[in-house]
């Protein structure tokens, strides 16, 4: 597989992930997404800009750890942001059930 599809790849998942967590109104705890396309990077939480593309030269093995690192911080994003969505569908869900039994409880005939 070539870089390209690769970069392009990142880059569509970087936009997804930002994308998402815009439509919930959710921000990241300590990072940042910056969905540009075959050249998206991420912020981390010591403000260190992480590429998230190649290729990786494998004579400057420090390039290929900002790329790694890039990865585990795209992947505690997409967590940070999955567990906002169970917690908030499960209160949802809650509401519901109170909203649901309050209205059988209201269609109940008196005596």
């Known amino acids: 597989m070539e870089w390209d599809e690769i970069n392009a790849a990142w880059g569509q998942c970087v936009l997804l ?23 998206s990077k991420v912020i981390d939480d010591r403000k260190a ?6 290729p990786i030269s494998s ?4 390039k290929r750890t900002n790329f ?11 967590q940070e942001l999955a567990e906002f969505a169970t917690t908030t569908d499960r209160a949802a869900l809650a509401d519901q059930e109170t909203v649901g039994a ?10």
């Open 17 to 39: 992930l930002n994308t998402m967590a815009t439509a919930c109104r959710f921000t990241f705890t300590s990072y940042r997404l910056l969905p540009l396309g075959s050249y």
């Open 49 to 54: 800009t992480l590429e998230l593309y190649g």
């Open 59 to 62: 004579l400057n093995p420090f």
């Open 68 to 78: 790694d690192r890039a990865m585990v911080v795209f992947l505690r994003c997409l």
């Open 102 to 111: 309050d209205a059988q409880a209201a269609a109940k005939p008196f005596g």
